[in-house]
């Protein structure tokens, strides 16, 4: 099936430090959303984007559209300790039915203190 | 509370036996979905469904059966439970929007 390219795998950081992370894929999608899983928990979502282009910011978080819509990004700025988790995207496909998404396969951020 | 709950959030169970996972969601969404998560995989999405009395396949559905009799229930059942069915599994709900919001979680053991 359709598959968004999530990288980077893992990212291991200072507090305090800014994070960067993103998805591609070769096709179109119409919504880029971002998820953050913490342990032994579900999916929470943090972003939504709906057009090519478009920056959405929730609060030290900031995701863009891509122009081609065939990529996303989220930057996390001046990461704290709860930051850790699993990271998401997933997209609604171009031409795609159902309300069904394609998810990447995440990134797990570790934050040192 | 309002949102999306799943029960039980751990169940153990052994090879050929029925176990069935349940959703409910407060929200009169109409799409709720079911996904597994298993480590190099990722989110799959087992089963879906538009409304009530409305389901259709995702990527994996082979060993799963699911109903959708009221629009705020979605019961995964695993007919005759293997190991390979070892998993976390999710539900989740969408409602006007693409957003899907997913439920706590099911760990999922059989031995």
């Known amino acids: 099936g359709q598959q968004l390219n999530q990288s980077p795998q893992s990212m291991f950081i200072q507090e305090g430090e800014d994070v960067s992370m993103n998805c591609t894929s070769s096709?179109?999608?119409?919504?880029w959303l971002w998820y953050k899983q913490d342990p032994g928990e579900g999916p929470v979502l943090l972003i939504a984007?709906?057009?090519?282009?478009e920056l959405t910011s929730n609060g030290r978080l900031t995701a863009q559209f891509g122009i081609t819509r065939k990529d996303s990004f989220l930057n996390i700025s001046a990461s704290i300790p709860s930051d850790v988790g699993i990271y998401f995207c997933?997209?609604?496909?171009?031409?795609?039915?159902?309300?069904?998404?394609?998810f990447g396969k995440g990134t797990l951020l570790t934050v040192n203190p | 509370d309002a949102g999306i709950t799943q029960s039980p959030r751990y169940k153990i169970t052994e090879t050929g036996r029925q176990v069935t996972l349940m959703c409910h969601q407060t929200?009169?969404?109409?799409?709720m979905f079911w996904y597994r998560q298993d480590l190099g995989h990722g989110l799959r999405l087992i089963y879906y469904?538009?409304?009530?009395?409305?389901?259709d396949k995702g990527e994996v559905p082979d060993g799963y059966v699911v109903s959708r009799s009221k629009t705020e229930n979605f019961p995964l059942t695993l007919e005759s439970a293997t190991r390979s069915q070892t998993s976390v599994y999710f539900c989740?709900?969408?409602?006007?929007?693409?957003?899907?919001?997913f439920g706590p979680g099911t760990r999922l053991t059989v031995t």
């Open positions: 989740a709900s969408s409602g006007p929007g693409y957003e899907q919001y």
């Open positions: 096709s179109i999608f119409n919504t």
């Open positions: 984007l709906y057009k090519a282009g």
């Open positions: 997933a997209g609604q496909l171009s031409g795609g039915s159902n309300y069904k998404l394609t």
């Open positions: 929200w009169s969404h109409s799409y």
């Open positions: 469904s538009a409304a009530a009395d409305i389901t």
